[in-house]
Each structure stands twice: as structure tokens, then as C-alpha cells.
């Protein structure tokens, strides 16, 4: 499974993006897949998580995951972007189904996508 992640850039306090992480190999729908981000001096950190069947997990409100099987495509709306949210984002996925408790560990993903860049601005 090859990930491609893509939608980041420099962006204002308070503004919204939508990022992207295209697949090549296997489909959305075989996969478990999350969002993660990581700061610079940080820890890689989960964003938010879907599972093979659809249900999605975490989010803080601000962040919404989603899926659209006709174009193999996972997503994440992240609305009233603050500089802290500044991080490289990382689309992984899974073919494995993982609890729920399992979704935030990155040990858990076997594919990563080479990231995109989000940038706020205050």
C-alpha cells in the first residue's frame, strides 16, 4: 500500500483545511486507517481514526475524519486552525482491524504517507 498525503500549507488562525490521503495497492474500505501529526521536538500524536466499516474515532471537535470510496480517499477537516495545530500530518493505514484503544498507537500501522505540512499562522 502506497499513501499519498497531501492539502497542507501556510494558513491563518481561525481558518480551515482539508487534507488528503490517496492510496494506491488496496482500498479505504480494507483498511484501517488514522490520522496523526507531529511538531517539531514532539511526539508523533493521533488525530483521529476510521475503521475498515466506517465508524470513525477521536477528532477534539475541531478535526473530522471522513472516507470517500468512489475516489479511495481518506480526509481530515481541521476548521478554526490555531498555531499550536502546527505539525507535520500522517496518514497510515492498517488492513488489520483495531479496538478502539489500539487506534492511536503508531505501532499499530504498517503504511505511512510522507506527510503534509500545516502551517497557522497567528
Known amino acids: 500500500v502506497q499513501l499519498q498525503a497531501s492539502g497542507g500549507g501556510l494558513v491563518q488562525a481561525g481558518d480551515s483545511l482539508r487534507l488528503f490521503c490517496a492510496a494506491s495497492?488496496?482500498?479505504?474500505?480494507?483498511?484501517?486507517t488514522g490520522w496523526f501529526r507531529q511538531a517539531p521536538g514532539k511526539e508523533r500524536e493521533f488525530v483521529a481514526g476510521?475503521?475498515?466499516?466506517g465508524p470513525t474515532y477521536g477528532g477534539k471537535g475541531r478535526f473530522t475524519i471522513s472516507r470517500d470510496k468512489a475516489k479511495n480517499t481518506v480526509y481530515l477537516q481541521v476548521n478554526s486552525l490555531r498555531p499550536e495545530d502546527t505539525a507535520t500530518y500522517y496518514c497510515?493505514?492498517?488492513?488489520?482491524?483495531?479496538?478502539?484503544?489500539?487506534?492511536?498507537?503508531?505501532?499499530?500501522?504498517?503504511?505511512w504517507g510522507q506527510g503534509t505540512q500545516v502551517t497557522v499562522s497567528s
Open positions: 476510521i475503521k475498515r466499516s
Open positions: 497510515a493505514t492498517t488492513p488489520r482491524s483495531l479496538i478502539v484503544s489500539s487506534l492511536s498507537n503508531t505501532e499499530e500501522y504498517d503504511y
Open positions: 495497492g488496496r482500498t479505504f474500505s480494507e483498511l484501517t
